[in-house]
């Protein structure tokens, strides 16, 4: 466990905590950084656990799950926060099964030049997140007419909306207390050691 506050152990914690905790919980059956950190004020940790399965893993969502992660990483590349895209590229690679178009995608993002892997509707959701990632305050309607256009429903835009908020927030947080991934099992789908 790594930040620059207090994060409780389990073995610390009230039950109020605890309960908040098994909320937390991963796949693998442990609580990751980015939501220990928040251990100090269980509440902040319960809204943030809603947020994130809300905004990502959420099977109502109709963006591949390979895009949502994309498009994750990108913001995390775009605000340079170490600790989402540690464990959101491992999540966008691994559904994207493909190392070499992975390896490409990547590339691409870290060189921020989208357009040379991507086209249509994909382009136009990574640029989108760009904009509403660097220049909030520049956005206009024409941006999502520029999605619809791209042909992508009202439904999808929010989806793609909700994720890069998200990811805009988390890596503020992350990055304001210092959380690394010391002691996490980076990725949702890594395997259990």
């Given amino acids: 466990m790594s930040a620059w506050i207090k994060m409780i152990l389990d073995e610390e914690a009230d039950d109020a905590l605890l309960d908040t905790l098994k909320l937390a919980r991963t796949p693998h059956g442990t609580v990751d950084n980015v939501m220990r950190v928040h251990s100090l004020r269980p509440n ?30 990108y913001v995390s590349i775009l605000n340079d926060c170490p600790y989402s895209l540690a464990n959101h590229w491992a999540n966008a690679r691994h559904l994207i099964g493909d190392d070499a178009r ?19 509707a994909e382009l136009a959701l990574l640029r989108y997140a760009e904009k509403l990632t660097r220049r909030p305050g520049a956005m206009v309607e024409a941006d999502v007419i520029a999605l619809r256009e791209a042909g992508l429903d009202d439904g999808q835009i929010l989806e793609a909306n909700q994720i890069i908020g998200y990811f805009n927030y988390v890596n503020r947080c992350l990055n304001g ?6 002691g996490d099992i980076v990725g949702y789908y890594a395997k259990d050691e």
């Fill in 44 to 73: 902040t940790m319960r809204g943030h656990v809603v947020l994130y399965r809300a905004a990502l893993h959420d099977d109502a969502n109709t963006l591949p799950e390979w895009l949502q992660e994309t498009i994750s990483s």
């Fill in 177 to 182: 207390l210092g959380v690394t991934t010391d």
């Fill in 102 to 120: 992975a390896d490409a995608i990547e590339k691409a993002l870290q060189t921020r030049t989208p357009e040379t892997v991507f086209d249509g």
